[in-house]
Each structure stands twice: as structure tokens, then as C-alpha cells.
């Protein structure tokens, strides 16, 4: 059916920047809106930004003025540019879409996860 495949993680350096994409493949009625989460090593699973349809975003404190969530509709994709990262940012990074059918039934699509890892 319908799911989202994420690339661009990997290794980067403090004070790096590094950029995720996410892409939902198969056919999608509507997406409503769109966010990246992470969950770093003894910690919950946190918001770290999300857009809506309409534009409206929201971050994290701790990423605020560092990353930037974009969407591009036409290809129900979702990106997350990381600036000025800090070893802080180490997390496994999921992509989230909250997603809606033609019957008007909503659903939340989730990533598989891709590690993001932040040296000194």
C-alpha cells in the first residue's frame, strides 16, 4: 500500500548541516500535514518539526532558528534541512504524515527511521 521511504541520514559533523528527505510512495488521497520526530538514546520520541497544508509550522525549542521543515506536494515529499548541528542531534529521526482517504478517514503514515549521528 501507501508508505514513506527517508534518506539523507547518516554522519555529520558539528556545526555541519545535513538534509532528510521523505517521500510517500502509492496512491494518496490527501496529506494534512507532515513532521519529522526523533528519539535519541534514553529519551521519548519528540516532535522535532511539522508543517501543515496550509503552511503553519511548528519546532522543537531546541531546533528552532537551526533546522527547516519544507514540503513539496505535487510529490508528497517532506524535507528536514539541518544547520549548525550539535552532537544534541543524535537521534533516530522518523518521518510522520498524517494522512486522509477520499471517504473523508484519517491515518497517520510513519517511516522506518534513519539514524542521524553528530561527532565533535
Known amino acids: 500500500q501507501v508508505q514513506l521511504v527517508e534518506s539523507g541520514g547518516g554522519l555529520g559533523q558539528a556545526g555541519g548541516s545535513l538534509r532528510l528527505s521523505c517521500a510517500a510512495s502509492?496512491?494518496?488521497?490527501?496529506?494534512?500535514?507532515m513532521g519529522w520526530y526523533r528519539q535519541a538514546p534514553g529519551k521519548l520520541r519528540e516532535l522535532v518539526a511539522a508543517?501543515?497544508?496550509?503552511?503553519?509550522?511548528n519546532y522543537a525549542g531546541s531546533v528552532k532558528g537551526r533546522f527547516t521543515i519544507s514540503r513539496d506536494n505535487a510529490k508528497n515529499t517532506v524535507y528536514l534541512q539541518m544547520n549548525s548541528l550539535k552532537p544534541e542531534d543524535t537521534a533516530v529521526y522518523y518521518c510522520?504524515?498524517?494522512?486522509?482517504?477520499?471517504?473523508?478517514?484519517?491515518?497517520?503514515?510513519w517511516g522506518q527511521g534513519t539514524q542521524v549521528t553528530v561527532s565533535s
Open positions: 510522520n504524515a498524517a494522512s486522509e482517504m477520499a471517504s473523508g478517514y484519517a491515518y497517520d503514515l
Open positions: 508543517s501543515t497544508s496550509t503552511g503553519s509550522t
Open positions: 502509492g496512491s494518496i488521497f490527501r496529506i494534512n500535514a
